[in-house]
Antibody, heavy 115, light 111 residues
Framework: EVQLVESGGGLVQPGGSLRLSCAAS????????MSWVRQAPGKGLEWVAN????????YYVDSVKGRFTIFRDNAKKTLYLQMNSLRAEDTAVYYC????????WGQGTTVTVSS | QSVLTQPPSVSGAPGQRVTISCTGS?????????VNWYQQLPGTAPKLLIY???NRPSGVPDRFSGSKSGTSASLAITGLQAEDEADYYC???????????FGGGTKLTVL
């Protein structure tokens, strides 16, 4: 089955770090731009970052610039989001998504930033 | 404040037709970028409902349809059913942000 599976979420203290992973299966991962999208509790969807097929271009929403880094390993068919200096407002379900004519989303992983 | 504007809520009786609007600007929908629509049930991931403005993925009933004109797009749902009660989001690409933009979401209530 064509799918994306996120992992790496959890509870972290403010100021802490976390790395999310997104494993792709049954499609040519290296052919696609990839994105991270998040949804805070009771809120709407917010695009976080995206990355070009070869990793040469990366873009971020202003609120995470300088704190989050998106990167990928095409050989492992895996997308990552390194999150540093985490804040309470980063608490959300994080989804990875394949960018394209017909987007594909994972099921999400939950990040909770709290002391 | 979402980049794309949707009504917070819409409602309709079973069997009726409802539409959800999505208004953008010249840097996203108006620039010609496609609009996608998602349905989200409580506690679940968003499900792709319409892609490329008007196309339905396999398995999505033809009661759901999408359209786009200028800087706006619309999702229409005909023959409303209780199971359609959910949150709906529009999404496009914005060339000023170089990333996806979303509407704030519309909660559909089936009366």
């Amino acid at each position: 089955e064509v799918q994306l599976v996120e992992s790496g979420g959890g509870l972290v203290q403010p100021g802490g770090s976390l790395r999310l992973s997104c494993a792709a299966s049954r499609f040519t991962f290296s052919n696609y731009w990839m994105s991270w999208v998040r949804q805070a509790p009771g809120k709407g969807l917010e695009w976080v970052a995206n990355i070009k097929q070869d990793g040469s271009e990366k873009y971020y929403v202003d609120s995470v610039k300088g704190r989050f880094t998106i990167f990928r390993d095409n050989a492992k068919k895996t997308l990552y989001l390194q999150m540093n200096s985490l804040r309470a407002e980063d608490t959300a379900v994080y989804y990875c998504a394949r960018v394209g004519v017909q987007p594909l989303w994972g099921q999400g992983t939950t990040v909770t930033v709290s002391s | 404040q979402s980049v794309l504007t949707q009504p917070p809520s819409v409602s309709g009786a079973p069997g009726q037709r409802v539409t959800i609007s999505c208004t953008g600007s010249s840097s996203n929908i108006g620039a010609g970028y496609d609009v996608n629509w998602y349905q989200q049930l409580p506690g679940t991931a968003p499900k792709l409902l319409i892609y490329g403005n008007r196309n339905r993925p396999s398995g999505v009933p033809d009661r759901f349809s999408g359209s786009k004109s200028g800087t706006s797009a619309s999702l229409a749902i005909t023959g409303l059913q209780a199971e359609d009660e959910a949150d709906y989001y529009c999404q496009s690409y914005d060339n000023r942000l170089s990333g996806w933009v979303f509407g704030g979401g519309t909660k559909l209530t089936v009366l």
